[in-house]
């Protein structure tokens, strides 16, 4: 449960591994568009790669709340030169950050490893690709579509409903002929949830392990940082990291984020203390 494959690789996920962001949209909402050229978006990759990211996250359609959607053709100018970039000059694992079948396709096909996917292969022929591919995908919970998800989110019981969602789409994975190894689950912070959801599921993160599977967190920047502190997004490595470092804590597997030199310190003084955990037991 705590390995990856994908590719003739191996990805081991038993300690917390960094996935780093690389957005290559123009609205992106953390880096003002500013890595939307191939020759930015592959410079920060370097940048990240070299300050110890595992996997680089790489996307073409902003999902932050409210955001415009993009057609197929843009995605696919945007993101495969930058994977085809990656896979070419480093060894570290690729994701590809998209919904759509013809972009997973071509993702896997450039270089990349898993997909990564905010609507859970809930899009038509998601599903029946990922199956073709055989390739880890993470499958993000969301309330509502990223146009309208902030607008008025209620849950019964936050970690309860999630778990239901989980396990609905687990069982539609399996249906449709996908490996219980290649699933990856992320509760999708900031994703149709309040700032109290987000710190609900912050405190129980632990309760999805009954799923067995690894966990995916993404909370850097985020809103959930931005609204409890009062600061810009500029301003919230401090929350961001010490966020992560309570997900790691409850079990996460990969920590999804923009600062991964910062991130990556944290981790190393929350492994060395593990290691010695582990020692003494
Ligand atoms: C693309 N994207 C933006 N936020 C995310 C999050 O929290 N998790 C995953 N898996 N993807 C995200």
Redesign the pocket.
Known sequence: MQKLYSQGSRLDVSMPVIMGIVNTTPDSFSDGGDFFSTKHACDHADKLINAGAGIIDI?GES?RPGAALVTEEQELARVIPVIEYVSRHHDVWISI?TSKPAVMAAAIAAGAHMI?D?RALTEPGALAMAAQLQVPV?L?HMQGQPQNMQANPEYENIIHDILTFFKARIAACIAAGISFDNLVL?P???FGKTLTHNYQILAQLAQFAVLDRPL?I?LSRKSMIGQLLNRDVEERLIGSVSAALIACQHGANII?VHDVAETMDMLKVWQMTQTQMIKQN
Do not use: A
Request: glycine share 28%; hydrophobic share 30%.
């Open positions: 996307g999902t950050d990564n905010v993470c993000m992320d999708g912070f900031g995916l993404g999804r």
